[in-house]
């Protein structure tokens, strides 16, 4: 039998402590007419264990899909883990990158969450925690410089959706969407959530990329550096207006420090405006190594000076 015509698929993926009736909804209302929408359902206990079954399991579904549609394009939603599932996925198959009309990043801890380095700070294998712990923004870097990537960040404290900081969701590259007082749960299912997806996909399709707006290549350079440093985790904007100076350059932007009251180092970048660019944070072990890496930075910065 011939499969029904369809124009596009829309593959949205639900994450942890989840399973896909939510996310089902917001798929339904983004549908049009001649599109296959596809939500696969992983199995709430199965997303306390381990990432990869997982993605497998959506592996094995894409491929039968393009085996099945090879002509059609696909649409790909994750929220949560999902997002991180479907980074997994696209880095393992970059043969399907042009069939990717495009991928939304929904709530997706792609800098490696806080929250569960905390639970597993020695990254010793406890539950999902290991693999929700994981940077995968130099994947997501990849994928979003040849497929058109959506970020959506909640923030109900200045700073994170309760559960996920927006720092950790950023990626270089991809058009990036900041939801005022939409925490995390809700952005699986949220009206806004749903606008900032369909502007996106109008912007593909009707001008052929997104109107990504991207930092600078000095302020991405500088926030690499920092993201490099063995045991950094990407922070929360909370506490940047308690943040010194420590290096200014000719340009605006600096880098500034501060510690809390368990002696945690913290360090931002803030553009020239002044606004947060950039947040992350060392535990004790990985002191030293932020002090040398910002001692490095700060020579650079006066040798250029000179």
């Known amino acids: 039998m011939t499969p029904p015509a369809y124009q596009a698929i829309l593959y949205a993926q639900h994450g942890w402590a989840d399973d896909h009736t939510t996310i089902a909804t917001l798929a339904a209302a983004l549908s049009t007419p001649g599109m296959l929408v596809i939500t696969p359902n992983l199995g709430m206990l199965k997303t306390w264990l381990r990432i990869e079954p997982l993605v497998e399991a959506l592996e094995a579904s894409v491929s039968t899909t393009i085996a099945q549609y090879p002509n059609v394009p696909l649409r790909a939603i994750g929220h949560s883990m999902g997002g991180l599932i479907w980074i997994e996925v696209l880095s393992r198959h970059p043969e399907w990158w042009s069939r990717l009309h495009s991928l939304v990043l929904v709530g997706s801890p ?6 569960a380095r905390a639970f597993d700070p020695l990254r010793v294998g406890i539950g999902i925690a290991r693999d929700l712990g994981v940077n995968r923004r130099p994947l997501a870097e990849a994928i979003a410089a040849q497929i058109p990537t959506l970020v959506i960040a909640g923030d109900i404290d200045n700073g994170s959706d309760g559960t996920v900081t927006v ?8 058009e990036f969407v900041r939801l005022a007082n939409v925490d995390h749960v809700a952005l699986k299912n949220h009206a806004a959530v749903a606008i900032a997806i369909e502007r996106f996909w109008r912007v593909i399709d009707t001008e052929g990329c997104p109107l990504t707006l991207k930092i600078s290549d000095f302020e991405y350079g500088l926030i690499q550096r920092l993201q490099a440093i063995e045991g950094i985790t990407d922070g929360h904007e909370r506490d940047f207006p308690k943040a010194q100076i420590e290096i200014s350059y000719a340009n605006g932007v600096t880098v500034r420090t501060w510690k809390n009251f368990m002696g945690i180092d913290h360090v931002f970048v803030a553009s020239a405006a002044g606004d947060c660019l950039y947040s992350g944070f060392v535990g004790w072990l990985h002191a030293a190594e932020l002090q040398q890496s910002l001692a490095n930075l700060k020579l650079e910065a006066e040798a250029i000076v000179s």
């Open 110 to 115: 792609v800098g490696g969450a806080d929250l």
């Open 167 to 174: 720092q950790c969701t950023k990626v270089f590259g991809a």
